[in-house]
């Protein structure tokens, strides 16, 4: 069970400022929360497997190949700066 001080010390950890009316609601809401995931822990999941995503994922990246070169004067024709064949970039420290 969440208490009223429960919420005042976790506002004060978070440097929130809450009204008497947001202190109540969310006494009562996260009251609700508590006893929803109690009701969840009551749940046997000795049989499900462990997972790390609940959706199977696939690896979007395409493989990695060599390919041409751009030409040094088209991959710098819109560089704002320029030195030789390198972008020129502003120092910074």
């Known amino acids: 069970m969440i208490t009223r001080a429960d919420v005042e010390y976790v506002a004060l950890l978070a440097r ?3 009204n008497e009316e947001e202190k ?5 809401q996260l009251g609700k929360i508590l006893e929803y995931a109690s009701i969840l822990q009551q749940l046997d ?3 499900v497997p ?3 995503h ?3 994922l696939q690896n979007v ?10 030409p040094v004067e088209e991959v710098l024709a819109n560089a704002p700066d ?7 970039v502003p ?3």
């Open 16 to 18: 929130l400022e809450l």
């Open 24 to 28: 109540e609601l969310y006494t009562r």
């Open 45 to 47: 999941t000795s049989e």
């Open 50 to 52: 462990p997972t790390a």
């Open 54 to 56: 609940v959706l199977p």
């Open 61 to 70: 990246f395409r493989e990695d190949r060599v390919g041409e070169d751009l």
């Open 82 to 88: 320029r030195e030789g064949n390198y972008f020129k």
């Open 91 to 93: 120092r910074i420290i």
